[in-house]
């Protein structure tokens, strides 16, 4: 799946293709919503939930690692490294 392809598809397939290929690497709350950061082949996408209700609000696709600021606080590397 290229970016390209997943972009230009209506927002079922979207959510058809982050549930059967995407893979969970975090999530966030920032206001009164909830963010799920997922990873699909070589691109990532986020999905936008409104915490009041728990209901999808927006899909988000992306390539730049600058989108992934807001998660990188919360990823915990330190088991990569030696004590």
Known sequence: MTFHDFYFSNQLDQLKIVSKKGVLIADRIQGDKQFALYRVDAFYVEL???LANNVLTS???FL?????D???KKINISD???N
Do not use: E, N, Q
């Open 48 to 50: 936008i939930y409104k």
């Open 59 to 61: 899909l988000r696709p």
């Open 64 to 68: 730049s690692m600058t989108d992934l």
């Open 70 to 72: 807001p998660y990188l």
């Open 80 to 82: 990569l490294f030696d």
